[in-house]
């Protein structure tokens, strides 16, 4: 305070409060955060990284719920021959 | 000879030979095709575009195949192929709408509501839902990580980032993916 005063600073008159807002039990949850992230960090496997990460993550299926048309893997195969077939013969009567 | 329980190296000495290529080529479609179709439909959403995309990834493995050096695994070498396939297509999505990063985001989002089986209210959509808000480089890394569980170190080789950077990637989606899902 002093020192201010010295340099003839205003601030002197200004009580040194913190104005920032902190999350609702920040500090109390913060050791456990910190030590999960180094957990996950020394994880051995994507498994044991995330239930460190996210306990809420783990725990969801990963099971993808998006639809995909029947046979599509069965014919994709014979498809994708077709094609590249279709696209060789086109070369070569380019050629 | 039946070739699906070859290893890679197998079957690409079969590839290589023209009287079994095709059959190699076959087994090595029937292998990897559901790992590469969700790596690319969890990044474009939509099936045809998922499909489309694939079937680019398939043919430029078909073209380059032979000369596949195997300095690196055939299944990272796919991956690498797709996830830049997969960039191009999303890259080229922009420039055709000429829309912003953002939109071509919200459209995603569009078409994972627009799924015939979305329902708002199940964790996987959400999940769905979260991960779209991620940039399109850390939804990468997010999902070889989460839904392949691929190794770092593999990873790296894939996305040709550091490890130490991928972590640090992962780690904070899946932060961001956990807030998004706690909010929603």
């Excluded at chain 2, 023209?18 to 292998?31: G, L, M, N, R, V």
Aim: glycine share 2%; hydrophobic share 35%.
């Amino acid at each position: 305070m002093n020192e201010l005063a010295d340099l003839g600073s205003d601030l002197k008159d200004h009580d040194p409060q913190n104005i920032y807002a902190v999350p609702a039990g920040y500090f109390e949850g913060l050791p456990d955060q910190i030590l999960n992230r180094v957990k996950a960090l020394e994880a051995t496997n994507a498994k044991e990284e995330l239930t460190y990460l996210s306990p809420l993550l783990s725990k969801v299926s990963k099971e993808m719920p998006y639809a995909v048309p029947a046979r599509f893997f069965q014919d994709l195969s014979e498809v994708l021959l077709k094609k590249i077939s279709e696209h060789e013969d086109y070369q070569t009567s380019e050629d | 000879m039946a070739l699906t329980t070859l290893s890679d190296s197998e079957l690409l000495v079969e590839f290589r030979n023209p009287d079994s290529k095709e059959k190699a080529f076959t087994s090595i479609i029937k292998k990897y095709q559901e790992k590469l179709y969700w790596h690319l439909r969890r990044m474009v959403v939509d099936h045809e575009d998922a499909n489309d995309v694939l079937q680019n990834v398939m043919i430029r493995v078909w073209n380059g195949l032979e000369n596949f050096r195997e300095d690196s695994q055939l299944y990272t070498w796919l991956y690498r192929v797709a996830t830049n396939e997969c960039l191009t297509f999303l890259e080229q999505q922009k420039k055709r709408a000429a829309v912003s990063l953002s939109d071509v985001e919200s459209g995603l989002e569009n078409k994972i509501k627009a799924d015939q089986n979305f329902d708002g209210n199940k964790l996987e959509w959400k999940l769905q839902l979260g991960i779209q808000q991620l940039p399109e480089k850390q939804r990468i890394v997010f999902q070889l990580r989460y839904y392949d569980e691929m190794p770092y170190e593999e990873m790296s080789r894939v996305l040709e980032t550091s490890e130490g950077a991928l972590k640090a990637s992962y780690h904070h989606a899946v932060k961001k993916i956990e807030d998004y899902i706690k909010n929603h």
